[in-house]
């Protein structure tokens, strides 16, 4: 897994995207191979908006995750049992067929004399979210990134959510939850820090 997500995406293809006219006339396109006339007054301005939603939906590859975790704070008083953030909510879109992905994020990490802002945790699930994903890679990217960019004793990642490929179309099973998990550092070699994580996600 480590070996997949190595080379984060970024903003570097900004030379090759298609421009925002070039965007609208592929909505146009796909309007027509739907089936519906874009020139219908409903449908009129459906370019520019799915176009501007796109940007939104889309935003994590303008990103990057080193910038967001830059900043950390050394004064933790000598803190050092598991900082988490759960129930971290999040809108992605699968790669396969682009339809969305809707779930939550547990992260969670052990530091090493140095802490986050919890905001910026949720600002990473954010990030890679906000991508064409698998629920596999992202939550190994989240995991990665925290990891390398903190470098914590420890780190854990777990997501659960429900993929509309999987309720909209095909089988159209709704309701089913995928859950994912990723452990590094102690959280992967100490059977005792695992337990006490999922403990403490499953707490409610």
């Avoid at 146009?28 to 939906?57: F, H, I, M, N, S």
């Avoid at 994590?60 to 759960?86: A, Q």
């Avoid at 905001?119 to 629920?135: M, N, Y």
């Avoid at 596999?136 to 903190?150: G, K, P, R, S, V």
Wanted: net charge neutral; with cysteine; proline share 4%.
């Amino acid at each position: 897994m480590d070996a997949i997500v190595k080379n984060f995406p970024t903003s570097g293809h900004a030379e090759s995207r298609p421009t925002r006219e070039q965007a609208e006339e592929a909505v146009r396109v796909l309007l027509r191979w739907a089936g519906e006339d874009p020139q219908r007054e409903g449908l009129l301005d459906t370019p520019k908006r799915v176009a501007t939603a796109y940007r939104e939906l889309f935003s994590g590859y303008d990103l990057s995750h080193e910038e967001v975790l830059g900043r950390t704070f050394e004064e933790v008083s000598g803190y050092g049992d598991p900082v988490l953030v759960r129930d971290i909510p999040f809108y992605s879109h699968c790669e396969h067929h682009m339809l969305p992905i809707i779930g939550k994020a547990h992260v969670a990490y052990l530091p090493n004399d140095r802490v986050l802002g919890l905001s910026k945790i949720a600002r990473v699930v954010d990030i890679f979210g906000r991508r064409l994903q698998t629920q596999e890679n992202m939550t190994a990217q989240i995991a990665q990134a925290i990891d390398e960019t903190l470098k914590p004793r420890g780190v854990a990642v777990m997501i659960e959510a429900e993929h509309m490929c999987m309720a909209m179309r095909g089988v159209q099973k709704q309701g089913s939850t995928t859950l994912t998990t990723t452990f590094k550092g102690e959280f992967k070699s100490n059977a005792a820090e695992q337990a006490r994580f999922l403990t403490l996600v499953r707490n409610r």
